[in-house]
């Protein structure tokens, strides 16, 4: 059976409100790097473009990439 691979970039921000937002972006570049990572996550904090619940994101705190292979088990 095929092992099925995803590669997920979590960026984690602060709303204005103080409570905390997860942005998950599918599917990643393996040559992305963290300074392009930083870049683009500021960017979209300084844009202003995203308000979930009608909340601005007011700071980013973190970025992560998460990779993950799920494998699956023969059942007899």
Do not use: C, H
């Amino acid at each position: 059976m095929a092992d099925l691979v995803s590669k997920d970039l979590q960026l984690g921000y602060e709303l204005a409100n103080g409570k905390t937002y997860n942005m998950v972006i599918p599917d990643y570049k393996d040559s992305i790097t963290d300074a392009e990572i930083a870049e683009g996550a500021n960017g979209i904090l300084t844009e202003g473009i995203f308000s979930p619940d009608g909340q601005p994101l007011a700071a980013l705190v973190s970025a992560v990439r998460i990779d993950t292979t799920k494998t699956e088990v023969a059942l007899g």
